[in-house]
């Protein structure tokens, strides 16, 4: 933006063209009006209570240039930075010099307002309707607005920057965080329930000798459930009070609020519910020889056979590539678009620490599961593993056989997650050139952490052979 000189007044750049109206005095007999002080008030006394301007936002910040410097306002007309307001008069005094209707404005505040959110939006709006059946009034709504610094490129002067009211800030921040909020919190549920089942498979699998072997020795199938839920719930119990610990931790640093725990608590009983129905079912599905997927190469058939086995784990790599991707894309994006006003920035400032905690733990959650899915998966491999180091295979070979198993179907799962967020994001947001190579970036760092845990799991599973 730039602001070009129109003259000088007084050896003082002007940058506004007057308009000149009335008489020098020494030609006129009759004043029309005559400015006159009639006394003096104060407002020291209710300086924390009163606001020069709509939520105090107006001038909030002086004018200053590049290095810093502050540009002061002056008493000419038409200067850059007019000098404001320094008395008040009365109406009957205003119409003699402006006519009949003198008030440019008039600010109404709307009662019954703590906070701005959808409903305060809502009756806002009901205010404004009200307002445009009295007559055809100009109604601009300063709640939710906010400073913009703008940068200025002004002649005689040089670059300034200035603060401008930007109108609808916090509908724009509102509007612009909701969606990426609910799609992040649904992703993230979903890895927490892909983890859950995942963790549900390989526990039933891995037991499934010892419950035979309990069975054998005495031990009725009531007992066995009793056991197993038993063993359950002190797990439970433990990790639901280490959670409760540090969610009351971060709703008494006030990055959580109360709301939080009840979403835990619900989210904590509907868990309980699918452990306990998952372990209560019997074991349906036990591991037959089978013919694998004809016409295909070996590692083709494995993966096809072993399906069940990997396919959890496989949905929860391409969500959790989706959630990486599309929260640290919508960062970007979503920050150009609301960051631009003091309250953008603000907001924006909150709440990176939590995105940026969900995506920690997110990877955290699947490099977990990866790698306890890979140990449990090749413990229930032993006897096939034992039968190929039998027949001939050196250890290496087998090591590197599950390697290439687990990099195909675990590089499929990535590049699934990953194309679909930038999909997702390609609708939603103006995806620049710089946010695809990000997303490049995070898959190759996705699938080499995968790899590294594969190899040494792998590593330490085929040793045991």
């Known amino acids: 933006m730039s602001v070009k000189q129109v003259g000088t007044e007084s050896e003082v750049p002007i940058h506004r063209k007057l308009i000149e109206k009335g008489k020098p005095a020494y030609e006129m007999r009759d004043y029309p009006f005559v400015l006159f002080p009639v006394g003096s008030y ?29 540009v002061h306002e002056t008493g000419v007309a038409g200067s850059f930075i007019a000098s404001p307001a320094h008395g008040v008069i009365q109406i009957e005094d205003a ?59 002004v002649e005689s002067i040089g670059m300034v920057k200035q ?51 309990l069975f054998d020795i005495g031990w ?55 452990l306990i129905a998952r372990i209560t079912i019997p074991i349906k599905n036990k591991l037959k020889i089978q013919q694998g997927a004809p016409g295909k190469t070996m590692l083709l058939r494995n993966i096809y056979y072993y399906r069940k086995f990997i396919g959890i784990t496989f949905l929860q790599l391409a969500m959790v590539t989706f959630l990486v991707i599309f929260i640290i894309t ?59 180091k039998d027949i001939g295979w050196a250890r290496k070979d087998i090591q590197l056989l599950c390697m290439k198993e687990s990099a195909i179907w675990t590089f499929l799962g990535i590049l699934l997650g990953a194309s679909a967020s930038l999909g997702i994001l390609v609708i939603l947001f103006d995806i620049k050139p710089v946010m695809f190579i990000i997303s490049i970036v995070i898959v190759v760092i996705i699938y080499c952490i995968v790899l590294c845990l594969t190899y040494i799991v792998t590593f330490f599973q085929t040793n045991k052979i």
């Open 330 to 388: 919508s960062i970007f994006a979503t920050m150009e678009l609301t960051g631009k006003t003091n309250l953008g920035e603000f907001i924006n400032s909150s709440i990176y620490f939590i995105l940026l905690l969900v995506v920690l733990v997110s990877i955290g959650l699947t490099m977990i599961t990866v790698f306890e899915s890979n140990s449990s998966f090749l413990t229930l491999r032993n006897t096939e593993l034992r039968i190929l």
């Open 220 to 274: 009725s199938k009531r007992h066995i459930t009793q056991f197993y839920l038993i063993e359950i719930g002190l797990l439970t119990f433990a990790a639901v009070t280490i959670s409760l610990c540090i969610i009351g931790g971060l709703i008494s640093a006030h990055f959580l609020d109360i709301e939080s725990l009840f979403f835990f608590i619900s989210s904590t009983l509907l868990f309980l519910i699918i």
């Open 163 to 213: 603060q401008w009211t930007s109108l609808g800030a916090a509908t724009t921040i509102s509007e612009g965080w909701t969606l990426s909020n609910f799609i992040i919190t649904a992703l993230f549920i979903i890895v927490g329930g892909l983890y859950m089942l995942n963790r549900i498979l390989f526990w039933r699998e891995t037991r499934q000798e010892e419950s035979e072997l």
């Open 95 to 153: 119409e003699l010099i402006k006519g009949n209707a003198p008030i440019d404005a008039i600010r109404i505040k709307v009662s019954g307002i703590s906070s701005y959110d959808d409903s305060t939006e809502r009756k806002i709006l009901d205010v404004v309707e009200q307002l445009y059946q009295l007559g055809d009034f100009q109604i601009d709504i300063v709640a939710g607005a906010s400073p913009e610094t703008m940068n200025m490129d």
């Open 42 to 70: 104060t407002a020291k006394e209710n300086q924390k209570s009163l606001s020069a301007s709509p939520l105090g936002i107006y001038h909030q910040a002086p004018t200053t240039t590049e290095n810093g410097q502050v």
